[in-house]
């Protein structure tokens, strides 16, 4: 998807910059490491990431399962249909706003070490980028592509520290 992002823009003639205004994911790895050790139980913190994880996903699969007129014992599923599953588990998850919002509250809760690392401080550093975008003398819109999870947090970091008054800027989100 960042790839189609970045060729986009090469192709857009109103682009004449592309910023990649995330930090590496070895860096978010490293990071999220570290707060899981200094957690003093990194192996919970892993483990309380996956039951959430699950427990989002297994809800979700019944839910699709149920809405492709599937029996709920998937152990005599084809590939085909597995993957067809899959598909619309991913998007229902992008689609369904309140599961998402209670996917990521219930991380937050549970796992505050995973959205901090993954969430949080890329939120922080994505909207920092795009500040800075807009900062530039004579740049009057940008187009920030993000992972629909950053949408909230960096619209938030956006609101509350640049002054949209002084400029023709807007903070728009759309979803695929």
């Known amino acids: 998807e960042m790839l189609a992002a970045i060729r986009a823009a090469e192709e857009c003639p109103a682009c ?3 910023v990649l205004g995330d930090r590496s994911s070895v860096t978010t790895i490293r ?3 570290e707060l899981s050790w200094n957690s003093g139980d990194p192996l919970g913190v892993l483990t309380r990431l996956g039951d959430e994880n699950e427990k989002v996903i297994a809800e979700l699969r019944r839910r699709v399962r149920s809405d492709l007129a599937l029996d709920d014992d998937d152990k005599n599923d084809t590939t085909e249909q597995e993957a067809q599953v899959q598909i619309a ?3 229902a998850l992008k689609d369904d706003s309140q599961v998402r919002e209670r996917l990521f509250r219930n991380l937050e809760q549970k796992v505050p070490e995973f959205t901090q690392a993954f969430v949080k401080e890329r939120d922080y550093i994505m909207s920092e980028s795009i500040r800075r975008e807009l900062g530039r003398p004579g740049v009057e819109q940008i ?4 992972g629909l999870a950053h949408v909230p947090g960096i619209k ?3 609101e509350s520290n640049i002054d949209l008054s002084s400029s023709s800027g807007t903070i728009a989100a759309a979803q695929e």
């Open 16 to 18: 004449d910059t592309v």
């Open 31 to 33: 990071r999220a490491a």
């Open 89 to 91: 588990v991913m998007e």
């Open 143 to 146: 187009v920030a592509v993000v």
């Open 156 to 158: 938030d970091n956006l």
